[in-house]
């Protein structure tokens, strides 16, 4: 411990001279400063002070003490901004540390891998032959009935499918009045565009002929009635009886044609 000047010291400025020995030798190195105070006052005249501002020696030394703590702190001051060096080395100032933010790396987006399309076996489509038209061979026409009025015959007919296999038959037909040699007596017009049925075997329709005004030559028996397919083959109705001419209609007048006319077939 540093001693005290030998003037006496008042108990407040040894009190003094303790605070600031206590402040500055955390960051300072080891120095008196009881000792500069006294020293400071002993170097300038205390007469002068005395003299001036009318202080006892006591009120000088306080000042000189205040003085000398300035300085200290001045010097603290200074110490810290030039580096912050203590006693022992460099004063270390804590500060902060930025925390690392730990940088991800970027995760690749998974690929989608796609199956391989399956692709389904065509499903075979059945060939559809189409239905043929009926032939003479798969029809079998009859005539039912022959009646009479006002010079006309009216023959009443039914066909049969008689074949194992469906065909198509149109609905509108176009007749024939045919004597027993297959002359034909009266002819019918080309029907227009009709309907086409299709007939399983055994499958029937019926349909009506209409004959008028046949002035020509005496016909063979049987008469009977035959229809046109599209293709041009006959298929004649079988008769009534084996010597019926029923179906012959009177002559209404030479100078006028005859005709014979069909109604549709139906089921």
Not at 141 to 151: E, F, P, Q
Not at 162 to 189: I, Q
Request: hydrophobic share 40%; aromatic share 4%.
């Amino acid at each position: 411990m540093t001693h005290l000047p030998a003037d006496p010291i008042d108990p407040y400025e040894a009190g003094l001279a303790g605070r600031v020995h206590d402040h500055t030798d955390q960051a300072l190195k080891p120095f008196d400063a009881t000792a500069i105070a006294h020293a400071a006052a002993i170097e300038h005249p205390r007469r002068r002070f005395g003299r001036l501002f009318g202080a006892t020696t006591a009120i000088g030394r306080l000042g000189w003490i205040a003085a000398a703590g300035l300085l200290a702190a001045a010097t603290i001051g200074y110490s810290l901004g030039a580096g912050g060096k203590g006693p022992s080395g460099p004063v270390a100032i804590a500060t902060a540390s930025p925390t690392a933010v730990p940088t991800l790396a970027p995760t690749a987006a998974p690929t989608a891998t796609l199956a391989p399309a399956q692709t389904a076996a065509p499903t075979p489509v059945p060939t559809v032959r189409p239905i043929e038209a009926c032939g003479p061979g798969a029809l079998n026409i009859r005539i039912v009935s022959w009646s009479g009025a006002a010079g006309q015959r009216i023959a009443t007919l039914k066909l049969t499918q008689k074949s194992t296999n469906g065909c198509t038959f149109p609905t509108l037909t176009r007749p024939e009045l045919l004597d027993g040699t297959n002359r034909v007596l009266l002819e019918g017009a080309q029907p227009g565009a009709a309907k086409l049925l299709t007939l399983a075997h055994g499958d029937v329709l019926s349909s009506m002929a209409e004959t008028s005004n046949y002035c020509g030559p005496n016909p063979v028996a049987p008469v009977t009635v035959a229809i046109v397919l599209a293709d041009g083959q006959r298929v004649i109705a079988t008769p009534l009886t084996p010597t019926d001419t029923t179906g012959v209609p009177p002559c209404n007048g030479a100078g006028s044609p005859g005709y014979i006319q069909m109604q549709a077939w139906t089921r």
